[in-house]
Structures are given as structure tokens and as C-alpha cells.
């Protein structure tokens, strides 16, 4: 029976300080839960933005023959294949045509 009240309010190998006991930073683990898929969320959204914004500027570059050459220009410019004297000049003419 005195066994038996001992057992009873002893608070466990778990509030002693042993090899069980709990770490003190273990908020860590629902912190780094919580930003993992805040991470991904916000991968997602970056993702599907960039698609529809290169989506977009696909659509507007094959709309016109005009402002696809223009992209064209302005990609070449980029790439360093022409130089600004060059690729202003070439953009002066393109608005000469219009």
C-alpha cells in the first residue's frame, strides 16, 4: 500500500529532469510546421503568378506582328546581340512604320 501512494505522486521519469524529460524548445517543431507550408503556399502562389504573367506577355507578343518585333528587339537588346544605339534606332523605325 505505501508503494502503491509513492507510485501515485511521483510525477514520472518525464518531470525529473531524465532522458525523458521534454526539451524546452519544443515550440520549435509547430513553428517550423507552420512555416514549411507557409513556404509552400507561397511557392504555389509565386508559381502560378509567374505563369499567367508569362502567359500573358506570350499572348501580347504573338497578338500583332508589330509587337512581336518589338519583342524580338528587346530580347536581342537583352542578349547583348545589338548594342542601345542600335536597339534604339531599330525601336525608332518600328514606331515610323505604325
Known amino acids: 500500500m505505501l508503494m502503491t501512494l509513492a507510485a501515485q505522486f511521483h510525477p514520472g521519469p518525464w518531470h525529473d529532469g531524465g532522458p525523458y524529460d521534454a526539451p524546452a524548445w519544443?515550440?520549435?517543431f509547430p513553428i517550423?510546421?507552420?512555416l514549411f507550408w507557409v513556404a509552400v503556399a507561397?511557392?504555389?502562389f509565386y508559381l502560378?503568378?509567374?505563369r499567367m504573367v508569362t502567359d500573358a506577355a506570350a499572348t501580347?507578343?504573338?497578338s500583332s506582328p508589330m509587337?512581336?518585333?518589338r519583342a524580338?528587339?528587346?530580347?536581342r537588346f537583352a542578349r547583348g546581340e545589338i548594342d542601345e544605339d542600335e536597339y534604339h534606332a531599330r525601336m525608332a523605325?518600328?514606331?515610323d512604320e505604325i
Open 60 to 62: 501580347a507578343a504573338t
Open 93 to 95: 523605325a518600328l514606331r
Open 72 to 75: 524580338v528587339l528587346a530580347e
Open 32 to 34: 517550423t510546421f507552420g
Open 67 to 69: 509587337s512581336k518585333a
Open 48 to 50: 502560378l503568378r509567374r
Open 26 to 28: 519544443w515550440p520549435v
Open 42 to 44: 507561397v511557392g504555389v
